[in-house]
């Protein structure tokens, strides 16, 4: 399983640009056609699911990565996203990946959002969403 | 990703078991010192996170595999469980299995628990829960 394939490359290279806010090396990964999908977006655009990535990573801690699963046109990553003691929500992820061509055509992020929904009524339409 | 490896051998009957809700064939895969982990559930017995199974089966409809990833002593199984009109959830969910000497030990269950939460909040304590 750790096998440097072209699936593992992009995802690898698509989740660490992510988490250190590299919308343009994220985005560069994305494929023709692509469709994101999570609790709290849907999109089709290469990079709406990264707006506010930076406001997201002002409260991520760190990213712990579990299990990292590989096909030849898929994968699924799952994670522990932690946060900030203000916000004291670790967030275990698993995140789907379709590939063509080498390059990303599908995401979809399933997590738990039962937290993120009372903090963010508390805190209002300015409140970060993962 | 179609070889039949023991993981995979081990992984598919139990998930089959499990939406027919034949807990003993369920229960067979499991081994020793297993963990259970999900939005609502935490168990460490091989047959706790079955309980009221029965419940949940009777308002699914049908479980749709959207993906199932095998690495040797781990796999992650990506499905939508569709409930009857009167429930109306389509849960889309991620569970992480992690494998030793060709029993499951641990089983990370992750899914959007929102939706179920209205609906245990209104229907009491009674309400099946996924």
Do not use: C, N
């Not at 994305?30 to 655009?45: A, Q, V």
């Amino acid at each position: 399983m750790t096998i440097e394939s072209p699936t593992r490359h992009t995802v690898k290279t698509y989740h660490r640009a992510r988490f250190r806010g590299d919308v343009a090396t994220a985005a560069a990964q994305i494929g023709e056609g692509f469709t994101f999908r999570s609790p709290f977006i849907t999109s089709d655009s290469p990079t709406g699911h990264l707006d506010g990535l930076d406001r997201l990573l002002g409260i991520v801690t760190s990213v712990e990565l579990i299990s990292e699963l590989y096909g030849e046109t898929e994968a699924t990553l799952i994670y522990d996203i932690r946060t900030a003691p203000a916000v004291g929500i670790t967030q275990r992820t698993a995140e789907h990946f379709r590939l063509h061509d080498g390059r990303i055509t599908a995401i979809t992020l399933i997590f738990d959002s039962a937290p993120w929904q009372a903090i963010m009524a508390a805190a209002g339409p300015t409140a970060p969403s993962p």
